[in-house]
């Protein structure tokens, strides 16, 4: 038997790092998605086969007879043990241990702040339930993903596995979420090309909270009431050009307090101001942040975004939102 499972990526509009400790995020899948496919093995063993997994970092470089190809194998590693602890998880919980393998292919580059990490796990998760005929709701399935990613990390909220799991747009609170409306968002992505570790990042604002708590956790409460008024924004009876006016101005101060926490960087900070030059009505960086991906919301130019993104030196990617988070994509007995 073989069973295909895909889960999307995700970026949150608001909320990361604050939702850390407590406070509320709002985010969305996005029409990338990570595949994976299930198979007993008749080895016994657990083997896992990484496809393409978009890790950033590969190079190429020529001499005069040889072609040598450098990538950063320990970005991939780190992703291969969200895919191990996945499977050990589902094993525990079905109570079966088989020979499987698992093999990868994926949309959603590594370590760029677009949920990778969480898209693997949910997908692997769904593909090894189908495969051992362990029934999960979506809602376990987010659970499970919230524990790897707990033993990987160290620290999670489980914002990511629970929107990979679920789909569409979410405003997320403590291990709880309730669906938003799903308005159309007119945005735009941009990517460094580098990536930041969600691990490392965490633990960055953890020590200057620490160190410093009178000053970083007022800046904690302040994102924590930014996405409370964004819901509110959204949920109101406004038209849509004040809508975005209003989640615009709030996405700059959400990422103003995130660089004052430490987690943006020139390359980051130089695709905000990029996009909000062209006419983008807010931009901030989207995950983790140290690399990875900003966000813009522009209404009506998102194709001069996408261009200001390119010429500071970034990647655009217009997306959608996704409705559907975990999808079982074929069985085959
Ligand atoms: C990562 O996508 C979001 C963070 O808030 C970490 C987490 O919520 O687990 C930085």
Not at 81 to 101: C, H, P
Not at 151 to 166: H, K, R
Not at 177 to 203: N, Q, R
């Amino acid at each position: 038997m073989k069973v295909l499972a895909s889960a999307p990526a995700k970026i949150i509009l608001f909320g990361e790092h604050s939702v850390v400790y407590g406070k509320p995020a709002i985010a969305a899948a996005i029409d990338l998605r990570t595949y994976v496919w299930a198979e007993v093995n008749s080895d016994g063993k657990i083997r896992i086969e990484a496809k393409d997994i978009k890790v950033p970092g590969l190079t190429v470089s020529f001499s005069d007879r040889e072609i040598y190809f450098e990538t950063d194998y320990g970005k991939a590693a780190e992703v291969l043990s969200y895919v191990r602890e996945a499977i050990n998880l589902v094993m525990d919980e079905a109570g079966q241990r088989k020979g499987v393998t698992v093999s990868i292919t994926s949309q959603i580059p590594v370590g760029a702040g677009l949920g990778s990490s969480a898209a693997v796990a949910v997908a692997t998760i769904g593909a090894v339930s189908g495969l051992l005929g362990l029934e999960l709701s979506r809602e376990e399935v987010a659970k499970l993903g919230h524990r790897v990613e707990l033993l990987v990390q160290g620290a999670s909220s489980g914002i990511d596995p629970t929107v990979s799991a679920v789909g569409g747009f979410l405003y997320y609170e403590n291990g709880n979420f309730e669906g938003l409306p799903t308005m159309e968002l007119p945005i735009v992505v941009g990517y460094t090309g580098s990536s930041g570790s969600t691990k490392e990042l965490v633990a960055k604002v953890r020590k200057s909270l620490e160190e410093m708590p009178d000053i970083v956790s007022p800046i904690i409460d302040s994102m924590g009431k930014i996405v409370e008024k964004a819901r509110e924004v959204i949920l109101a009876d406004y038209d849509r050009s004040l809508k975005f006016e209003l989640l615009g101005r709030l996405m700059n101060i959400n990422h103003g307090l995130l660089d004052a926490l430490g987690v943006s960087t020139k390359s980051l900070s130089d695709l905000v101001y990029a996009s909000r030059e062209a006419g983008a009505l807010g931009a901030k960086i989207t995950g983790a942040g140290g690399g990875g991906c900003m966000y813009a919301l522009a209404p009506g130019r998102q194709s001069e975004v996408a261009t200001a993104i390119k010429i500071a030196g970034g990647m655009p990617m217009i997306t959608k939102i996704s409705r559907e988070g975990l999808r079982i994509e074929v069985v085959e007995k």
